[in-house]
């Protein structure tokens, strides 16, 4: 009996060694041995080849959980707020591959042009830039020409604002241009 155990024993142990190398490979495919290392060179997502990197993801995620204004977010809440954030940066890249491929570019003089001419939304209902419960474009004009712009930050923040919202609008025009929309 013992010689028949001996014969089958090199079967055993290859059994033992295969099915030790199997469990090896699952449990380390499988995500149970826990999830990698995340550096801030890690990718959250890749886009056509452009890389999300989670230091920009974890930056952006910060910033939008800033603007809540010290509410207290839910899980759900702030799992809702990371795809947001996430979906927004993959909007953004697809945005910047298609002005890429439409060759679509903001020059300085357009920049000043619609800083001068088309003040954005959010100065509309600033106080220091209304008469009479309207928006004033005079006071507009005397805000851009005065140090302060400069100085506070405004010539900056509208040139980043502007710089977003020309390619946009001329994307627009370009996918729309030639469409007509019939009384009918």
């Known amino acids: 009996m013992l010689q028949q155990f001996r014969s089958l024993a090199k079967y055993i142990w290859l059994f033992v060694a295969a099915a030790f190398v199997g469990v090896f490979l699952l449990y380390q495919t499988s995500g149970l ?12 997502a890749q886009v056509n080849g452009t890389d999300i990197l989670y230091s920009e993801w974890e930056n952006r995620k910060q910033q939008a959980v800033q603007q809540q204004r010290g509410r207290q977010l839910t899980q759900d809440e702030v799992r809702q707020l990371e795809n947001d954030v996430l979906d927004e940066m993959i909007m953004e890249v697809l945005l910047r591959q298609e002005y890429k491929r439409r060759k679509i ?16 939304p959010f100065l ?4 220091d830039l209304q008469t009479d419960g309207g928006f004033d474009p005079q006071k507009y004009q005397r805000l851009l020409a005065s140090p302060q712009a400069r100085q506070g930050g405004l010539l900056a923040g509208l040139e980043g ?7 946009k609008e001329k994307l627009y025009q370009q996918i729309t241009d030639g469409v007509y929309i019939t009384n009918a």
């Not at 604002?161 to 390619?167: K, L």
């Open 33 to 44: 041995a826990g999830a990698a290392t995340i550096t801030p060179t890690t990718a959250v």
């Open 105 to 120: 570019e903001v020059t300085d003089e357009e920049l000043r042009e619609f800083a001068r001419y088309a003040p954005p």
């Open 124 to 127: 509309y209902n600033a106080p």
């Open 161 to 167: 604002y502007y710089r977003q919202e020309i390619p």
